[in-house]
């Protein structure tokens, strides 16, 4: 009998033995390999930080239109109103046209976490989803971006009621959600600014460091951990359950792996990705390029529907 992605996590973690994962946006999909025989058709790098070069990617973007953007924001604004949410992360599907192959994407790419799954997607997020290291948990959301070169812009965003709200209520998501698998849940860190290098952008986001204290016997429960935590609170919104179901509705195509997570674990320790900032390839090779952003009661259509194209980059 095959062994389910939780079956597989644990039985790895409980061996001590490294291994690669991957579980895709709905959790129906999922890829899982021992790092000694992790398939060369899969790449990925994980670090601390992103180092940046002046070279820019240039990438030609096909964006739905405003109109069209604005009726599937309508349609959250009202799911808002009779209280059925009060935070969705609204994604949208863009082709993309560059001059670049797909290898040199992936080469070209620069960030925290990188991945090139076979000939299908590449993802070069700048989020983290959880890291566990000498039995603490954490995890960082992100919520709230800006560009940066907008006069006073980190005072800006940091100040701004709408963007401190939708960023509260991912925090206080992922607060619950790690209290389900560790205790002395606390946030360690509130609202600090990282620089993205967004193609022709530089933009701020904003991040938050959320830790937890887990058992020592984590190792044999990586399954079950991972499981609890998904979808992730920053790419749905909340309440978890049934915003995910209105956004299935509205955004009407298949996340598939963007949004869902991957991640490595080195027989001690745990890091992972949520998969933003992802290009995937088409049977006839278009290249398509997913991205979205947080709605709230006070969201403003324009802005959101211009952070969405802002997304679109190559991160060289």
Not at 50 to 60: A, R
Not at 158 to 183: F, G, I, P, Q, Y
Not at 242 to 258: D, H
Not at 309 to 314: E, F, Q
């Amino acid at each position: 009998m095959k062994k389910t992605f939780q079956e597989k996590l644990n039985l790895y973690g409980s061996l001590k033995e490294p291994f690669f994962f991957m579980l895709s946006y709905d959790l129906k999909q999922h890829v899982v390999f021992p790092l000694k025989k992790l398939p060369l058709d899969i790449q990925y790098k994980i670090s601390e930080t992103s180092s940046f070069s002046n070279e820019k990617t240039e990438v030609k973007k096909f964006p739905i239109s405003f109109k069209t953007y604005k009726k599937k924001f309508d349609i959250l604004q009202e799911e808002i109103k009779k209280g059925n949410s009060y935070l969705l992360n609204l994604t949208v599907k863009t082709p993309i046209e560059t001059n670049l192959t797909w290898d040199e994407i992936y080469q070209k790419a620069s960030s925290k976490f990188k991945l090139q799954y076979k000939n299908k997607f590449i993802c070069f997020s700048p989020e983290r989803f959880i890291q566990i290291k000498n039995n603490i948990i954490a995890a960082f959301p992100m919520k709230g971006t800006i560009d940066a070169k907008i006069k006073n812009a980190k005072a800006i965003i940091l100040n701004n009621e709408k963007e401190k709200a939708e960023h509260t209520m991912v925090v206080d998501l992922l607060r619950n959600d790690l209290s389900m698998v560790a205790k002395k849940v606390r946030v360690k860190k509130f609202r600090y600014v990282e620089k993205i290098e967004a193609g022709e952008k530089t933009l701020l986001q904003i991040s938050s460091k959320i830790e937890g204290t887990l058992s020592t016997s984590w190792h044999e429960n990586i399954g079950d951990i991972i499981l609890k935590l998904l979808p992730a609170g920053s790419i749905t919104g909340t309440p978890k359950k049934k915003t995910v179901e209105i956004l299935e509705k509205t955004e009407k195509y298949k996340r598939g792996y963007y949004t869902g997570v991957f991640g490595v674990y080195d027989g001690k320790n745990l890091d992972s990705s949520v998969m933003i900032r992802f290009i995937e390839k088409a049977k006839d090779n278009k290249l398509f390029y997913k991205s979205g952003g947080g709605i709230t009661c006070d969201s403003d259509c324009f802005s959101e529907y211009q952070e969405l194209i802002d997304k679109i980059y190559i991160p060289s």
